[in-house]
């Protein structure tokens, strides 16, 4: 970055600031401005309110150690805040940044603003959910439709192969959220007909709101033998559904997405059977390699595949799987 750049990305980093500070203060980031003094990458993610972003956070920055860049990791404080997160990725463009790492919300509403980054020749690349523009340049995510019939499969196991399931969405909108309830649906329809889903209801990531879901579809069917919950609130918002109706997990068998201490202690004491957990370290670690390869020529694949596994009771502090879960 040459030196007027430095001296620009500066100043619009401060103006920004101000502006977002005044529109937007449910926006949350990660309290870090670049130096100037090396090559700079802004990410811009989903949220902050789950923890599997502070460990997609963290793995972005050990990255960014190694590769000797700055980079700033922000994020609206909840993944129903769309124009919120779209207010950041303007703040990004307007930094002028050597290249953007971008998680979309609604892969739509970003279409514009990838528009203006591509007039300002600045690379862009995504991570966990990618959007509808041609300009991004490598998507780095766990196979989201392959995540969710794994989550199927065992569920179909642990109830016998047949019976009636609900499932507690957090979006749909969003392709995580979108591809994580259909590659579960799919799997289910196609490999086990004696199986019933009765219900699909979206609780927006929020786990009050997707306990009070859960508590509803429990209520409406009776029979009802399993729940699956597309990410992290989700899941907890079942997992207290479930016990505040004073049901244990083999009344309910209940599968999650994504780690997190409420799910892992659910599973240790068998209200939740298992959940799916991705690489969030290693997301974070993929989109700032991207970044970095972007911003200096490199031709990229425009997927990264970075993985999706199965964990329970019986492998959740084993040396493969333990190294994947965040607290």
């Known amino acids: 970055m040459n030196t007027a750049k430095k001296i620009f990305a500066l100043a619009a980093s401060a103006a920004v600031a101000i502006t977002l500070a005044g529109c937007s203060s449910s926006s949350q980031g990660g309290g870090d401005e670049p130096s100037g003094d090396k090559p700079y990458i802004a990410l811009v993610s989903k949220g902050f309110q789950h923890q599997f972003w502070q ?13 000797g860049v700055d980079i700033t990791f922000d994020g ?35 279409i514009p603003l990838y528009d203006k980054a591509k007039a300002a020749d600045i690379p862009i690349v995504e991570f966990d959910a990618g959007c509808d523009s041609d300009y991004g340049q490598n998507l780095a995510a766990t196979d989201s439709k392959v995540a969710g019939g794994i989550a199927a499969e065992h ?33 289910i329809e196609s490999d086990y007909p004696d199986i019933k889903i009765v219900d699909i209801q979206y609780g927006d990531g929020d786990h009050l ?48 997405f994504d780690s997190g201490k409420a799910q892992m202690d659910a599973i240790k004491n068998g209200v939740m059977a298992g959940a799916i ?32 596994y199965w964990y329970d009771a019986k492998n959740i502090e084993s040396d493969d799987i333990a190294p994947l879960l965040y607290e």
């Open 209 to 256: 709101k997707s306990a009070d879901i859960a508590k509803a579809m429990i209520n409406a069917h009776p029979n009802l033998k399993g729940l699956y919950g597309t990410n992290e609130g989700s899941a907890v918002g079942i997992v207290n559904a479930v016990t505040e109706l004073g049901l244990t997990g083999k009344d309910i068998t209940v599968v999650g």
């Open 155 to 187: 569920m179909a196991e642990i109830i016998g192969g047949k019976g009636e399931i609900g499932i507690v969405g957090h979006s749909q909108i969003n392709s995580t959220g979108v591809d994580r309830r259909d590659g579960f649906v799919e799997k």
């Open 55 to 67: 460990a997609v956070n963290k793995g972005a920055k050990e990255k960014a150690d190694e590769l």
């Open 277 to 308: 957990t991705q690489d969030p370290i290693g997301i974070g670690k993929a989109v700032v390699q991207a970044a970095y390869d972007a911003m200096n020529g490199k031709d990229l694949e425009d997927f990264t595949d970075t993985g999706s």
């Open 76 to 110: 609206p404080a909840s993944e129903t805040e769309i124009d919120g997160q779209l207010q950041m990725l303007q703040a990004a463009i307007d930094k002028k940044p050597d290249a953007i790492g971008f998680a979309a919300l609604d892969p739509e509403a970003c």
